[in-house]
């Protein structure tokens, strides 16, 4: 295997072992997985009662961390049952290809690390892991993380929230909600890739509505004429088609891309 090759719309995009590739993705990469997408027709955020911004925030996370497990139980339903599909599978194998690569990501499921993606920035965090503040204050960081495979849901604290099994407080989620602080030794990471050309980005999946998502494919294109390819734009919300980087564009979802788009030699 020597090469990647993209066949889209008469355009034939080739990426080698010379190259460093840059993956952003969001929801859509994972809907074939199983899981719901966050707004638009059976997201995770269309019915709940009250907004998502007030539901999922920062102050419910730190003082009423029930509210937040009960938005996020429907993730949590089958979650180690959730399998990587071809999209999470085929970046993983360009990424064994490539001088170097990153994956940046909104996603929250794992998929990515669970298919074989190394450089995986989980920018909102990573449901494999729940975190207990009152062991991370009295014992430490590395006794505050759990697995959340080793943790009873069913067990609660006084404000609905799954119980630490050492200490009885209450069990937070590892993600960023909104108006939360994203984790800077994260954002440090994304930096340090891209200080050096990057040849392609793929974005998958994500409307693009957070400027960080969209600020790298920016500067990619500024610093490196970096090609992009913008696999499953959004109709709603479309940040791409409004400025005037030249992409290539899959109006397809990620898992008919991956599948019928792309083939290695």
């Known amino acids: 295997m020597k090469k990647a090759v993209i066949s889209l719309n008469d355009n034939e995009i080739e990426i080698s072992n010379s190259d460093r590739v840059l993956f952003i993705t969001g929801a859509g990469i994972s809907v074939a997985s199983g899981l719901p997408t966050y707004r638009g027709e059976g997201g ?36 180690e049952s959730y399998k990587p599909n071809i999209a999470h599978t085929q970046i993983a194998q360009i990424q064994k290809l490539v001088k170097d690569s990153c994956v940046f990501t909104q996603q929250v499921d794992n998929l990515h690390q669970k298919a074989g993606s190394e450089n995986v920035i989980d920018i909102h965090g990573n449901l494999s892991v729940v975190y207990c503040k009152n062991c991370i204050n009295v014992r430490g960081i590395k006794h505050g993380y759990i697995p959340i495979s080793d943790i009873d849901l069913n067990i609660k604290t006084k404000r609905n929230a799954p119980a630490c099994s050492f200490c009885k407080s209450d069990l937070r989620p590892n993600i ?7 984790d800077m030794e994260k954002i440090y990471l994304l930096e340090d890739f891209l200080r050096e050309p990057v040849s392609h980005v793929f974005v998958i999946g994500t409307s693009l509505q957070f400027p960080y998502m969209e600020e790298p494919i920016r500067g990619c294109h500024k ?43």
């Open 223 to 265: 610093a490196y004429n970096a090609k992009i390819i913008y696999v499953e734009p959004s109709d709603a919300f479309d940040v791409l088609s409004q400025t005037n980087i030249p992409h290539y564009r899959a109006k397809m979802t990620s898992s008919e891309f991956f599948e019928n788009c792309l083939r290695f030699e």
């Open 44 to 79: 995770l955020y269309t019915n709940q009662k009250g907004k998502i911004e007030h539901l999922l925030s920062a102050f419910n996370m730190d003082k009423r961390p029930g509210v937040i497990w009960d938005v996020i139980s429907p993730l949590l339903k089958g979650y």
């Open 176 to 182: 960023v909600p909104f108006n939360g602080m994203l």
